[in-house]
């Protein structure tokens, strides 16, 4: 079992954490967190949970300050692939 543990302060000063059994804690500075560490392990369930499309829809989506929760929210709800919503962002 392997956890993402995301870390914040009122400052907005933020890190991450990847714990899993019998290893070592990886700090990483990222405010986004996703189904992947350092690299995909299993291909299969990368496409299958788009965990990059997801990760790249996130990075995109906070560098507009403007954007607000249910707008980001909305971005995952629609019925069109997230490939589809990168496209429009």
Same mark, same amino acid.
Request: net charge positive; with cysteine; aromatic share 8%.
């Given at each position: 079992? !392997? ?9 907005? !000063? ?24 350092? *690299? ?8 299958? *949970? ?22 980001? *929210? ?6 069109? *692939? ?8």
């Amino acid at each position: 079992m !392997a956890y993402n543990i995301s870390l914040l302060d009122q400052t907005g !000063a933020f890190t991450k954490v990847f714990l899993g059994l019998g290893k070592e804690g990886i700090y990483k500075h990222d405010a986004i967190c996703n189904n992947h560490l350092k *690299s995909i392990e299993w291909q299969e369930h990368a496409e299958f *949970s788009k965990t990059i499309e997801r990760y790249n829809l996130l990075k995109t989506s906070l560098l507009d300050k403007k954007l607000i929760l249910k707008v980001l *929210s909305n971005l995952f709800l629609k019925s069109r *692939s997230l490939i589809q919503i990168l496209k429009d962002v």
